[in-house]
């Protein structure tokens, strides 16, 4: 029995709930990192980023392969770019309107509020 879209779609964003996950694909669109340039970005253990790593290559979102005797990883699905661009447009819209608000709570009471 298949599970429903909005499911799958629960876990996928589950996987997306660490930061430190989000970081290394921001890292991993511009491109291919090995494990010690994603340690040197990212402030976290050697041990938590490999847990962390693991989880991506689970849900297929990140791969590895060696090269020189390094584990390189890299992005396996091009659109996780647009996806951190969207949650950007996304929470830049949501500041927006905190502020417009804000801004509106902070005005003068007139007669119209």
Known sequence: MTRPLYEAKAEFFRTL???A???VLELLSERDHAVHE???QIEIEPSNLSHQLAALRRTGLVTQSRRDGQVIYSVAVP???DLLMAARVILQAVIDD???L???LGAPATSES
């Open 17 to 19: 709930g660490h930061p």
């Open 98 to 100: 905190q502020a417009t």
């Open 79 to 81: 659109e996780v770019r």
């Open 38 to 40: 994603l340690l040197e």
């Open 21 to 23: 996950r989000i970081r």
């Open 102 to 104: 804000s801004a509106e």
